[in-house]
């Protein structure tokens, strides 16, 4: 456990302001502080800062908390982790005084130490000197004309075509079986119960996270055998969902932009050829978390996809996750040149400054659009015109700049030689529909929100919801002031585990009771026993109750009696007497839809 002295010495020396502008651009709003959500897809700020009490709070989506568990949930930590990374920041050394209780860390320690020693080992096994080497070699060094240095840079390797030579080795480290198994770098075989090697035959990309940890691998095969590419699968250590390729490079270098590859040979190349700012998905298509991460570091993405029916696909959805999240996109257009297949091609043909210009004159999402759906359509005959019209308007209703909608309006009106008025118009339609399915949307899932619909935090909730909201504010009081908290210490105290119905307030009522002192910042210490999605809950209820201080008295007084209450009366239902517990039940049902906020 790490001492609760040491905690609350790193939430104090923590800016969370200064933490979170390094994740999110955030702009003044009163006392407070607020800017797009990290955490959902958004294009108004509904994520508030709040110095004073150094916490956050999304208005959309609910995540909440503070400095300990937003980067629990941004950087993919767990709670020791993120005490450690906030440490660092202020330059403090945590000593965790129990091992057992940090043994998922350790285990986490020692998974990346293992990758870290396969990295290893892959990159000695490229330059050994048998046949398989050689042949991996000339892949990298030969084919690819990879510069030796580009191979060190990278830490490319070659998994040799064997059956467990990796597995030996890093059992001669110390690591156990299971261990191995957990990291996705052997795999068990049903038949006879013996490790193999998982990556066998292929040249290894390894995968490196932003704070420089070998988390995962990419193999590729050198002849024809399937699949191609082969990737570790998720590890306590590694969701490919959440990482890209090349990012630890990139992140330094793309404040103007960041390149979208395909795989890791473009991304390879292209940072050979002088642009760092290349980055790849693991062998799949881009998720919204990866969009997120992106929106993090840079403003504008070039999509460089092969332009085929695939890859199209691939970068409409790309374009469809990179805009939700603010983020300017452009299409990497490159000019026809015989032979020419991909950016690696044509940076060896017609050299960097060419490419540079490339990537400069990448086209619009507009252009994009504007291409594609003329190329689809007949245009000499007027029924195949109209379909690209009505395609083109629901297209141009999809930006969100007026400025820019009319300058596209222009163009379409031009192209098909009729009067911008009537685009105007049919954009307008097609805008106006599109903010009523919005809006009806959000209220869908505001509606969820409140009636605790599909609650998978507290499950309990709807099942009794007048009772499990009189719970919440209960505890939202309890966290927001002291004076109601040190009546929990009286004698007899105020209130106890046993006045809560759901099991999940009951569990916080524990915490607060057990673990919170006098002082504003100290919800910190429950980020131990609390998930980042809990923690969230937790600090919704604390400010909902904000606004309502100055009759905070008496609504703990009812809140606590009627909790009280509640449970007496569950007693009589649970007792043998069926017809006191009929009537229990009748009463409950009343006093449940009455609502008691
Ligand atoms: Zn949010």
């Known amino acids: 456990m790490i001492p609760k002295e040491v905690i609350e010495e790193i939430v104090a020396r923590t800016d969370i302001v200064q933490l979170i502008s390094g994740y999110v651009t955030l702009k003044r709003a009163g006392s407070n502080m607020v800017g797009l959500c990290p955490f959902h897809s958004e294009r108004s700020p509904s994520f508030t800062v709040f110095q004073g009490t150094n916490s956050f709070y999304c208005f959309g989506c609910s995540a909440a908390g503070d400095a300990i568990s937003f ?50 080992f892959f990159h000695d096994e490229l330059f050994k000197d048998n046949p398989e080497a050689a042949m991996a070699r000339e892949y990298l060094l030969g084919k690819r004309a990879l510069a030796r240095a580009t191979v060190n840079h990278f830490g490319l390797g070659y998994a040799p075509n064997t059956f467990d030579t990796l597995t030996k080795r890093l059992r001669s480290l110390g690591y156990t079986d299971d261990e191995l198994v957990a990291a996705a770098l052997a795999r068990r075989s049903e038949k006879t119960g013996n490790l193999y090697d998982y990556f066998r035959g292929r040249v290894m990309f390894p995968i490196i996270d932003v704070t420089g940890n070998v988390i995962a691998f990419g193999g590729r095969v050198l002849d024809d055998t399937k699949p191609k590419y082969l990737n570790t699968s998720d590890t306590p250590v590694f969701k490919k969902t959440r990482n890209l390729f090349a990012l630890n490079f990139a992140r330094g270098e793309c404040a103007e932009r960041l390149i979208l590859c ?42 460089s996809y092969d332009m085929d029916e695939a890859g199209r696909h691939a970068a409409d959805k790309a374009m469809k996750l990179l805009e939700e999240v603010g983020v300017e996109v452009t299409l990497l257009r490159l000019p026809s040149l015989p032979g020419v297949k991909d950016p690696d091609e044509y940076i060896r043909a017609a050299g960097a400054d060419a490419f540079r210009k ?36 629901e297209a141009i209703a999809g930006f969100p700049s007026s400025a820019e909608r009319e300058v596209y309006i222009g163009v379409v009106a031009d192209k098909f030689s009729i009067p911008a008025k009537s685009v105007r118009e049919d954009v307008e339609r097609a805008l106006a529909r599109n903010r009523r399915t919005y809006k009806k949307k959000e209220g869908e899932t505001l509606r969820q929100s409140i009636t605790g619909y599909q609650d998978r935090i507290n499950p309990e909730f709807s099942k009794t919801p007048g009772i499990a909201r009189n719970e919440e504010t209960v505890l939202g009081l ?10 929990l210490h009286r004698d007899p105290p105020v ?39 809990e923690i969230g809950r937790i600090f919704g209820m604390r400010n909902r109750r904000m606004q309502l201080t100055e009759n905070g008295d008496k609504l703990f007084s009812d809140c606590v009696a009627a909790l009280k209450e509640a449970v007496a009366k569950e007693k009589i239902t649970a007792s043998d007497d069926p017809m006191a517990a009929l009537e229990q039940v009748l009463k409950n049902k009343r006093s449940d839809t009455k609502g008691e906020e």
């Open 478 to 487: 309890l966290l927001l002031d002291p004076t109601y908290r040190a009546a």
């Open 495 to 533: 209130l106890t585990e046993d006045d809560f119905l759901t099991a999940f307030s009951r569990r916080v009522f524990c915490a607060v009771r057990d673990k919170i002192g006098d002082g504003e910042w100290e919800i910190s210490a429950l980020n131990e026993d609390f998930t980042p999605e």
């Open 71 to 120: 980067v629990r949930r941004i950087e993919n930590l767990d709670y020791p982790d993120a005490v450690e990374f906030l440490a660092k920041r202020v330059g403090i050394t945590v000593i965790d005084t129990d091992v057992h209780e940090t043994r998922s860390r350790f285990d986490r320690k020692r998974m990346l130490e293992m990758n870290r020693e396969a990295a290893h």
């Open 358 to 393: 490339v990537l400069d004159g990448s086209q619009s999402k507009f252009d994009y659009t504007l291409d594609k759906i003329l190329s689809k359509y007949a245009l000499n005959d007027p029924q195949e015109k109209i379909r690209a019209l009505a395609e083109l308007r």
């Open 262 to 303: 395909e795989g890791y040979m473009d991304v390879i190349a292209m940072h050979a050829a002088g642009f760092p700012q290349a980055v790849a998905t693991l062998g799949t298509a881009i998720t919204q978390d990866q969009a997120r991460i992106m929106s993090r570091y840079t403003k504008r993405v070039v999509i």
